[in-house]
């Protein structure tokens, strides 16, 4: 009983100071705890930073680029066929479209028979060397025999024996037959005017005549459009039965096996970018999982503001600063794009490690090169019907 009546003086007897201290320490241990928590993030993050974050540079402003091949016609004509929809692809070589080729093969078939005959008559020229060559050793013989006679009779005139009408007509047969032999050789150096140093196939006029039918064989041939590069069909316009014009935009052709990335990064993110440093990639098509990589390929020779249509004119009026974006191409590695396809204009979170800076901003004197060669067989095509042509009515060298 006495026990119980202490400890009740005893609680009684406590301040109110004292009631209050044990929560008070809790808060300054929590506070303590939350300060710690944030200088050890604070150090963390620091640490990151200087050791890590610092060479990255990353933007959201990046896109999908690519080639679009345009399919143009290079002659006139109705649209009879188009093979290749929207979404589909075409293999390079693969007839696209075809026009209405009625026309063209009515010049071609002109062309072939000009020129078959143009090589009979030049044919002709060199059979009238022989033919000159004989004729001249013919007049020659006449102004041999004429001076013959003339001579035989100039012989026996102091005797009566000739008359001078018939001296004065073996005179006149000697000019002549000369005059003709005179003639003669200037029928043959005019024949050989047109034959000498050539041969049928190189003179001039077949020439002409086989670049008709080069002319008309191509005219020919473009009727059918194949695709110059391997892709996907876009923005199809053409329709059957159209009539288009030389250079008409009929489709594009994309090849996406040769896309790359046009990342827009602010003037302020450029002092430690250099050419050939790796980058990472995320497409928001695929998600955060899946990662490309690539390398800086090079930098856009101005900003997106100075290559605008309407570029803005800072010189004038009152002036706001605007923050500007540098195009910088990225090249993605193939295994990559084979593995996950992308689509051109895409969206893109790209991140550019600049740790090494050993690289340029500036590229090198090095260019890109894209070709074709699904119209370099035409020419082919059309000196082989060419020389057929010419074989087959050659009738003399």
Known sequence: MSDTITTERTDANQSPADTTTQPRSKRKLLLSLLAAAIALG????????????????????????????????????????????????????????????????????N????????????????????YYAATVAQRQSDLTRAQSDLKRRMAIADTGAVSGEDIAHARDAVSAAQAALDAGRQQAESNHAL???????????????????RDAWL????????A?????????SVQVGQRVAPG???????????????????????AHMRIGQPVTLTADAYGSKVKYHGHVEGFSAGTGAAFAVLPAQNATGNWIKV??????????????????????????????ETRDQSGTQLGAASTTSYRTDVFSHYGDEANAEIERIIAENVTSR
């Open 42 to 109: 604070g150090a963390g993050w620091a640490g990151y930073y200087y050791t890590t974050g610092r060479f990255f540079e990353s933007t959201d402003d990046a896109y999908v680029s690519g080639n679009l091949v345009q399919l143009t016609p290079e002659v006139s004509g109705t649209v009879i066929a188009v093979n290749a929809d929207d979404t589909q692809i075409v293999h390079q070589g693969d007839p696209v479209v075809t026009l209405d080729a009625a026309d063209a093969k009515v010049a071609l078939a």
């Open 111 to 130: 062309a072939e028979a000009n020129l078959a005959q143009t090589v009979r008559q030049v044919s002709s020229l060199y059979v009238n060397n022989a």
């Open 195 to 213: 034959t000498d140093r050539t041969s049928i196939e190189r003179h001039p006029n077949v020439q002409a005549a086989a670049a008709k039918v």
């Open 219 to 226: 005219d020919n041939a473009r009727n059918t459009l194949p």
């Open 228 to 236: 110059p590069v391997t892709g996907y069909v876009a923005r199809r």
């Open 248 to 270: 008409t935009p009929l489709m594009a052709i994309v090849p996406l096996d040769g896309v790359w990335v046009d990342a827009n990064f602010k003037e302020v993110q450029l």
């Open 323 to 352: 923050v500007q974006r540098l195009p910088v191409r990225i090249r993605l590695d193939q295994r990559d794009l084979d593995a996950h396809p992308l689509r051109i204009g895409l969206s893109m979170q790209t991140d550019v």
